[in-house]
């Protein structure tokens, strides 16, 4: 009888693990639909530079990730179609399932690392003041932002805003619509600072030599790291993080780098 018994268990169990195995495979990564249909669908918001940014004359994007966007895409042997999104409806285009990744200067988070996955981290950076070259001496603690005299101005929906809310609210904080046009509010004299990520303050410092200065961007506020956010797919995220880092040891990367941040 017990013989009997572990056959039947040893039958049930070679038939379970053959339908495991039939059912794996009828399942389609996402990776396998995006090379079916030959479109990689990128979410990208166009309005922070370097990162992303929508050329409204020609109507391309352009930026550090939108190039490696389309480096990817010549990776897979597909087209790369950008869908533009905005920071405060990102996640929920995300969780609409309009793209497959986000690519555009996104950082890691928990809440966002809940909904789908994060690949390798591309860049490590953190919160910095950005003001005029004048005031820097102002704003180095957020004990000085923390101040009623203070006009911090933070874009709609993302990661600066929920900063400056949580870390200087005595601060008079201004939601600014237009993230392309925001760092003019400071250099013309209508808001005093804002708190964003390093590297978009070195880069908006190049772009307004003399004018507007990164405050320590070397010792952030925090910790924060970017990567691109990919809807929740094991075969794909492996994938793009076996482009990047051949990309990254053959020098592609630098060289992209470089366009944009310098050497």
């Given at each position: ?132 070259c004048a005031d ?78 990164s405050i320590h ?47």
């Amino acid at each position: 009888m017990l013989r009997i018994n572990r056959l039947s268990f040893v039958l049930a169990l070679g038939l379970s693990f053959c339908g495991f195995q039939a059912a794996e495979a009828q399942s389609t990564s996402r990776l396998d639909e995006i090379l079916t249909r030959g479109v990689l669908k990128v979410g990208t918001t166009g309005d922070y530079k370097p990162f992303t940014f929508l050329n409204k004359e020609t109507g391309q994007f352009e930026g550090y990730d939108i190039d490696i966007a389309n480096a990817l895409g010549t990776t897979l042997g597909v087209k790369v179609e950008f869908v533009q999104t905005a920071w405060p409806k990102m996640t929920d285009d995300f969780k609409a399932d309009k793209f497959d990744m986000v690519m555009g200067g996104v950082s890691i988070t928990i809440p966002r690392q809940k909904l789908g996955y994060f690949t390798d981290p591309i860049m490590r950076e953190g919160k910095t003041p950005i003001a005029r070259c004048a005031d820097v001496a102002k704003y180095q603690t957020l004990d000085q932002l923390n101040q009623p005299s203070t006009r911090a101005v933070v874009n709609p929906g993302g990661t600066n805003e929920v900063f400056a809310k949580a870390n200087f609210p005595k601060a008079t904080i201004t939601v600014f619509p237009d993230n392309t046009k925001i760092f003019e509010e400071i250099a013309d004299g209508r808001q005093d600072v804002m708190v964003t990520d390093s590297s978009e303050t070195l880069f908006q410092q190049k772009n307004h030599a003399g004018v507007l200065c990164s405050i320590h961007p070397d010792k952030p506020f925090d910790f924060a790291e970017k990567a691109y956010w990919l809807q929740r797919d094991v075969p794909l995220q492996q994938f793009i993080n076996q482009a990047l880092h051949i990309m990254g040891a053959t020098g592609k990367t630098k060289a992209i780098f470089a366009k944009y941040f310098g050497d």
